[in-house]
């Protein structure tokens, strides 16, 4: 679940402040419900998918069976 700052906050927040946490959780909201978006709603979106390319994109935070936190390099 979902802890932290709200999306009122957050829209008078620079996008490069948001934590990465936010990026991922409001850019899943946005996904889930793209066809019932605004303009103005479409246009948060964008900037939020620009936000997270340009930290390098959504990273992993748990290990699982497949992959590690980390990059290893034999």
Not at 17 to 40: C, M, P, R, V
Not at 54 to 60: A, K
């Amino acid at each position: 679940m979902y802890v932290g700052r709200d999306l009122t906050e957050l829209s008078m927040t620079p996008k490069t402040a948001w934590k990465d946490s936010e990026l991922e959780y409001y850019h899943h909201s946005f996904q889930q419900i793209t066809g019932y978006l605004n303009i103005e709603g479409s246009t948060m979106q964008k900037e939020i998918i620009k936000e997270i390319e340009s930290r390098g994109g959504l990273h992993r935070n748990e290990a699982d069976w497949t992959s590690g936190t980390r990059p290893t390099i034999d």
